[in-house]
């Protein structure tokens, strides 16, 4: 059997990154882990952070995975470095697109969502001494929630990002980087408080073509020609057919599904 290649997230948003990669990568094998149970990571100290990401890698390291992608901007930058030296099979974060965000300004600003721990960590704070020229940093307490639920529009999830929104509304605002993998589920209805020409990017598709050229340039990728399949794991088990309803909403094969 393949070898398969892990994500693993807080929650379920890691699934908007993982569902990038299978768009590179048809033939590789896929186990998706979320750690719901200890949901949100980006409202916990430093240490706890470390300490749960680590914890999900060991467990993911059983299954005798080839690679392990950090599907998660809190966990990839408060305890990527230190995961990066623990693991003995090639590691890839996400971290918020400032960078590509900075390309796609034009005369406007750009706004970083993220969650709480990940805006103060130390990764986001060097991030922004290079790429932070007009950008707005919001932490987005109890918003990745909505994915947990499955709440992914209604009148609740309006009056957050209405909240969360705000101060923002009058400006103009070029770019918006989604700097958690739960908030690109919630897209559409973000954009419903910006300009129709507003950009908006997370760091996904990065990370998938990261994994991708890391995989060739070790010789790691699978030359087994027939689909990959893909395992839901959960730390919460009664999480799982909501991890894979977001995942066929994006436009999969239930087939490929374990």
């Avoid at 919001?138 to 990002?161: A, D, I, S, T, Y």
């Avoid at 027939?226 to 959960?234: S, V």
């Amino acid at each position: 059997m393949k070898k398969a290649i892990a994500f693993m997230d807080s929650g379920l948003g890691g699934i908007s990154v993982m569902a990038e990669a299978r768009k590179l990568l048809p033939y590789e094998n896929f186990i998706m882990y979320g750690d719901s149970k200890n949901a949100p990571y980006g409202e916990k100290t430093d240490g706890e952070v470390t300490r749960l990401t680590i914890n999900a890698a060991k467990k993911l390291l059983e299954y005798n995975i080839k690679a392990l992608v950090i599907a998660c901007n809190t966990a990839t930058s408060i305890a990527g470095k230190k995961l990066y030296t623990k693991m003995p099979i090639p590691i890839v974060g996400i971290v918020p697109p400032l960078k590509q965000a900075q390309g796609l300004k034009k005369e406007g600003e750009i706004l970083v969502m993220l969650t709480p721990a990940a805006a103060k960590s130390h990764t986001i704070q060097n991030m922004l001494r290079h790429y932070g020229e007009n950008t707005n940093i919001l932490p987005c307490p109890g918003l990745m929630e909505f994915v947990e639920r499955g709440e992914l529009k209604g009148e609740n999830l309006h009056k957050k990002l209405e909240t969360l929104l705000n101060p923002y509304i009058n400006k103009k605002i070029d770019v918006v980087a989604l700097g958690c993998t739960h908030y690109p589920f919630l897209t559409e209805e973000i954009r419903n408080f910006f300009d129709k020409d507003t950009a908006f990017i997370n760091g996904g598709d990065e990370s998938a073509r990261t994994l991708k050229a890391l995989l060739e340039k070790q010789g790691l990728l699978t030359q087994d020609k027939t689909p990959g399949k893909t395992l839901f794991l959960n730390s919460s088990e009664d999480k799982i057919p909501l991890m894979k309803e977001l995942y066929l909403s994006l436009g999969f094969d239930k087939e490929e599904i374990i």
